[in-house]
Nanobody
């Protein structure tokens, strides 16, 4: 069973950008769908983006579509989440996770491995 390690969180002003990274160890990432989730204080964990295993099709929640971009570098076993035009409502802990299943469903129970979480704070 593999693991996912995250990096790239931090503090940013509204309208700014951040890029999160999710690196795999113990498995080959390109054979898995990778999802990004976020959880704000007092709220449920929310799926916001995912990328498929074979053809790198991407999917986004309406809340981030047009602002966030998910991508994969198979040679590095790493998936990225580029976050642009950030708003205070984007403040949350962000998690990457892997699954064999159809990722646009964003079903939490389908995901086997999770990153440790990256805190993102959007604040003036």
């Amino acid at each position: 069973q593999g693991q996912l390690a995250q990096s790239g969180g931090g503090l940013v002003q509204p309208g700014g950008s951040l890029r999160l990274s999710c690196a795999a160890s113990g498995f080959v990432m390109k054979y898995y769908h990778i999802g990004w989730f976020r959880q704000a204080p007092g709220k449920e964990r929310e799926g916001i983006a995912c990328i498929s295993d074979g053809n790198d099709m991407t999917y986004y929640a309406d809340s981030v579509k047009g602002r966030f971009v998910i991508s994969r570098d198979s040679a590095k076993d790493t998936v990225y989440l580029q976050m642009n035009n950030l708003e205070p409502e984007d403040t949350a802990t962000y998690y990457c996770a892997s699954t064999y299943y159809y990722c646009p469903e964003f079903r939490l129970d389908d995901y086997d491995s999770w990153g440790q979480g990256s805190q993102v704070i959007v604040q003036s």
